[in-house]
């Protein structure tokens, strides 16, 4: 397992994290970074792996310019050596590009790792979440013939910079494809009536709300407190807000200062959208709700009885 | 266009609290569902047939009861349904799932594999592990679908952008929640398949010789929080205004 290689998708935090989880799962290795891209994104991505690893492979064709699963998996097979362990980060890309690739390379499988604990032999032992965060789950991955493993956001503590590495330019590696698959745009969300992003407080409904007729209670206690209304991936599905009102990974990245979240349970996803650390309140009838461990006050009570009564409240505190 | 939609029996998330009890899930009381992504994977099956004609068959990797689960999928709409059950299939982890549901896609004459983009393990994985054991090309978190072939599809990326491409048939597409809006099953679709013949498909009808997982559930465990929220107690009118009163102190109300 002395082969470990680390995917970094971009210029962002991750190269930093997946350092972290690399010495985690791997104490002892000297992992090689490998990013693919095209042009000054490339070399940004390329410097930003550099600080946190000893060596990058950079892979450099107009056709990377945009992150894209179909010729991605073609290059990692080839340029991974038999028995390799990869790493990278559980977002959109990896769900399209590691399952399949770790099919490809006789490797096995382990996604969205949260923790690492040690191994036995080739048997890594990792920690999963389930059942939408309510349960870890211990798992053992044989890694004999390699493994792909896809590494949860803000699970693992970034790793300091190290002395800085060397980055060699291995675009001539980069194989021929004739895509199945063929990209042609990215159509960004459509912009609502409110930029979410930009609120100092935000009112957030999730499933808890239980019906559409009830989000006017929330839109009330909102106009009360002059903030405005958020909400959880559910609530778009159903079609009672807009995209544009969606906050978490899926959706998007809030800077609130005080964000009250009613009847939301908590998932990772919904909690990964909301930055800087705001002063978080929950209302959820369900005590064990997730959301709780993450707020800093909290109310167990049934939405429909408490938000009349807030909304008076609030208007009395003006 | 002939379309298999794999779908998963799973504990149904808003029905239940899932407990931990001596390393595994206490099951005895759970209240099984059919994954709800997979309700989204085919309805969309049903909206390209009533759009381009063909069938839709549904097919699960399971036991006995997972009969229950197709039949609610078929009451939805689905012509066909295959069970691919044994019990040498208990310790599939999620290739050995791909693996079977390949040679069913193998026996059959498919154009499209459709899947939900995740299950209750949250893995995310058997659409892109099947994709690639047929040798067909696959698109995760899916959210927008048309054409006949090549088809134009949109994936879900972050920030609520949407990725489109082009993608050739046959191929298999994972999809996520909120493309569309599942139709509602009622009684009387529920009793019209009740009896409908199911052909239930053993290891050895699919020529499928499970492998030794190599990965592997160890245990299941709650983890330790931290002291967690300031919970307010008391009747709702009290609870109400010292809320009211925090978000004032805090800045949240303007």
Redesign the interface.
């Known amino acids: 397992m002395d082969q470990v290689f680390v995917f970094v998708p971009g210029a962002d935090d991750s190269a930093a994290e997946l350092s972290a989880a690399a010495a985690a799962l791997f104490p002892g290795a000297a992992p090689t970074a490998l990013v693919a891209g095209h042009g000054e994104a490339l070399a940004a991505a390329a410097r930003d792996a550099a600080r946190a690893f000893p060596q990058v492979w950079s892979f450099d064709a107009p056709d990377l310019a ?1 992150p894209d ?2 010729r991605l998996r073609p290059l990692l097979a080839k340029v991974l050596p038999a028995g390799a362990c990869l790493l990278l980060p559980h ?3 990896a ?10 390379l006789g490797a ?5 790792v949260v923790g690492a604990e040690g191994a036995d032999g080739s048997w890594l ?1 990792l920690v ?15 890694a004999a ?1 390699g493994a792909v493993i896809t590494v949860r956001s803000g699970a693992f503590v970034p790793a300091p910079a190290g002395p800085g590495g060397t980055v060699v330019d291995r675009s001539a590696d980069i194989p021929a494809v004739q ?11 459509p912009a609502g009536d409110v930029d979410i992003a930009r609120e ?2 935000l009112v957030s409904v999730g ?1 808890g709300i239980g019906d559409q007729e009830n989000i006017a209670l929330a839109e009330e206690l909102a106009e ?4 405005a209304l958020s909400c959880s ?2 609530i ?4 009672w807000l807009d ?2 009102r ?1 906050v978490g ?5 809030v800077r609130p ?2 964000y ?1 979240a009613l009847g939301i349970s908590g998932s990772f996803q919904h909690l990964g959208g909301i930055k800087g650390s705001p ?4 209302v959820n009838k ?3 709700a997730p959301i ?2 993450a ?7 049934d939405l429909l ?2 938000l009349p ?2 909304t ?3 208007r ?3 | 266009m002939e379309i298999l939609v794999c779908v998963k029996r799973v504990p149904d998330p808003a029905e239940n609290e899932i407990a931990v009890e001596g390393g595994g899930i206490r099951r005895d009381d759970l209240v099984y569902a059919v994954n709800e992504w997979d309700n989204y994977a085919v309805e969309e099956a049903l909206r390209i047939v009533e759009r381009e004609g063909g069938s839709v068959t549904v097919a699960t990797v399971g036991g006995p009861e997972a009969d229950e689960t197709l039949r609610r999928e078929m009451a939805m709409g689905a012509e066909k349904a295959l069970l691919l059950s044994d019990p040498a299939f208990a310790d599939a982890d999620g290739l050995g799932v791909a693996r079977i549901l390949a040679a069913a896609v193998r026996k059959g004459a498919y154009d499209l594999v459709l899947t939900g983009a995740m299950a209750d393990d949250g893995a995310a994985q058997v659409g892109g592990m099947l994709a690639e054991l047929l040798d067909w090309p696959f698109a995760s978190l899916v959210n927008r679908v048309e054409g006949a072939g090549p088809l134009r599809i949109g994936r879900e990326i972050e920030g609520g952008a949407q990725e489109v491409s082009d993608i050739d048939l046959p191929c298999v597409l994972s999809v996520q929640t909120g493309i569309n809006e599942p139709r509602y099953v009622g009684l009387r679709g529920i009793r019209k398949v009740a009896s409908a013949e199911i052909p239930v498909l053993d290891a050895a009808a699919l020529g499928v010789e499970p492998a030794a997982p190599r990965v592997r559930r160890l245990a299941y465990f709650v983890p330790e929080t931290g002291p967690g929220a300031e919970l307010l107690e008391g009747g709702i009118p009290e609870v109400a205004a010292r809320l009211a009163g925090i978000l004032k102190a805090k800045g949240g109300i303007k």
Do not use: W
């Open positions: 945009h699963a179909e977002g959109t890309l769900m399209d590009l590691a399952p399949g690739l770790s099919v490809r096995a499988y382990a996604p969205d032992r999963r979440q389930e059942f939408g965060g309510q349960v870890h789950a211990r798992v053992a991955c044989d013939q895509p199945r698959r063929r990209f042609r745009e990215v159509v960004a969300a100092e407080v499933r009360a407190m002059g903030a991936r559910p778009v599905d159903a079609k995209k544009g969606q990974t899926s959706g998007q990245t200062k005080v009250l002063f978080l309140v929950a369900n005590p064990k709780f461990q707020a800093s006050v909290g109310v167990v009570a009885e408490l009564e807030l008076d409240a609030v009395k505190v003006k």
